[in-house]
């Protein structure tokens, strides 16, 4: 199997066999990378956000909690650091091996595909390139649709601030300890610790969320509505 395999490569012209050869090893690489990623150990975020800049000086109030640090999200607006692959830097995003990748894989199979509809080499190794610059944008896109809609579908505590909110376990008076509260943020019930400075909440009262407390919980009042 081996030597006809060989032969049939031989027998090809040099311009089929570099987009054989091109396919082939662009197509291993994308299926490794694609189960890498898959398995947790490859990072679909890092091949998009390549070369931007991931670090940025987070300056956060958090109720009375004041927060310096380094990190990807800016806590106080909600917004993530893959904001910044849209933005004026995000042209470096496209030189990262992930989209090498893609161009090849494009580049190859296109002229292989192409071959028997466009016999003249020089219109074919064209017609190829734009295959491979159309597979490297599909796949931006659909990679930074993706982050969009994590970013989008992300849970920001803040974003509690001024919801409707319903006792979970009672909360005692007076700020003496803490109970829980089921809130709705974007469609997705959340669960989490609260406090208030009022008179003690038993479970089932409907809360308003006054404002955050730390990263995990929240001041809570009676709703009067």
């Not at 109030?61 to 650091?81: I, K, R």
Request: net charge negative.
């Amino acid at each position: 199997m081996f030597t006809s395999i060989t032969q049939w490569f031989t027998n090809l012209d040099s311009t089929m066999q570099v987009f054989w050869s091109i396919a082939i090893a662009a197509s291993v690489v994308f299926l490794i990378q694609n189960a890498l990623m898959l398995m947790g150990i490859g990072d679909m975020d890092s091949d998009v956000d390549a070369d931007v800049g991931t670090d940025f000086d987070v300056h956060t109030d958090v109720g009375d909690a004041d927060l310096t640090g380094t990190a990807d999200t800016d806590l106080s607006t909600g917004h993530s650091g893959h904001e910044s692959t849209l933005g004026p830097a995000g042209i470096f995003s496209l030189f990262t091996l992930r989209n090498f990748i893609n161009f090849f894989l494009g580049f190859g199979w296109g002229g292989i595909s192409l071959a028997g509809a466009i016999p003249h080499r020089g219109l074919l190794v064209v017609a190829a390139l734009l295959c491979g610059l159309f597979f490297v944008a599909v796949f931006v896109m659909m990679f930074r649709a993706i982050l969009r809609l994590e970013t989008n579908g992300a849970f920001h505590i803040q974003d509690c601030v001024g919801l409707t909110a319903t006792v979970y376990l009672r909360i005692p008076a007076a700020h003496a300890g803490a109970g829980k509260v089921q809130v709705s943020v974007n469609g997705s019930v959340h669960e989490l610790d609260a406090f208030t400075d009022g008179d003690f909440l038993p479970t089932g009262t409907r809360v308003q969320i006054v404002k955050v407390i730390d990263s995990g919980s929240l001041l809570v009042k009676r709703n009067d509505e």
